[in-house]
């Protein structure tokens, strides 16, 4: 795991047609824009709706199964690098998944260094060895997560996709081409 700064996937964003909105002052959220996305999905339950337009997409399920379902996906789209990006400053991220993932080596490793950037947006990247410490983290900011700041965003190096992982759900997808969105859909569907 690595920080990068910002300006180091300015290019990877104009690639993929991200779009970012400032909402109040410390969060900022992503969507790709209908120019690059050929498909969107959501994966929601009664407690947390999904917003998706007409051209969304949307699966129901207990708030286990969008746990489980994250992570199954997660491992079909992580193929050696993945950008997670937070909604607000590292820091609140951090404090959200402080205790879960206590007993995770490789995360209290990095979170003793992680210090400078707890007051920056900087994305953080997962090479193929910190699969497992991705996974832990996206269940353990899904399970202890509360607020929309605490949220992060994904993105598969290589893969025209985007995922919006905010606690509790709903989580959000958009893909850049319909084979990768048929491909994921088996995750949440079988």
Known sequence: MDFLTEQEISDLL????VQLRQEGDTSVFMEIDSGHTTAKHCLCN??????????????????????????????????????????????????????????????????A??????????PLLFESGDEQTLVELIKSLMTYGETKEQGIFLIPVGAPLLIHVQPGGPVKFWFG???????????YTN
Do not use: Y
Not at 14 to 17: F, Q, T
């Open 46 to 111: 009664d407690l947390n709706r999904c917003d998706g337009d007409v051209g969304t997409s949307c699966f129901e399920m207990n708030a286990e199964t969008m746990i489980t379902s994250i992570t199954d996906a997660v491992h079909k789209i992580h193929e050696g690098r993945t950008l997670m990006i937070p909604v607000g400053k590292w820091r609140s991220m951090f404090d959200a998944v402080a205790f879960s993932m206590a007993s995770d080596e490789s995360w209290q490793e990095f979170d």
């Open 113 to 122: 260094s992680a210090t400078i950037k707890l007051n920056t947006r900087d």
């Open 14 to 17: 104009v690639e993929l047609g």
């Open 177 to 187: 081409n319909s084979a990768l969105a048929d491909e994921v859909r088996e995750v």
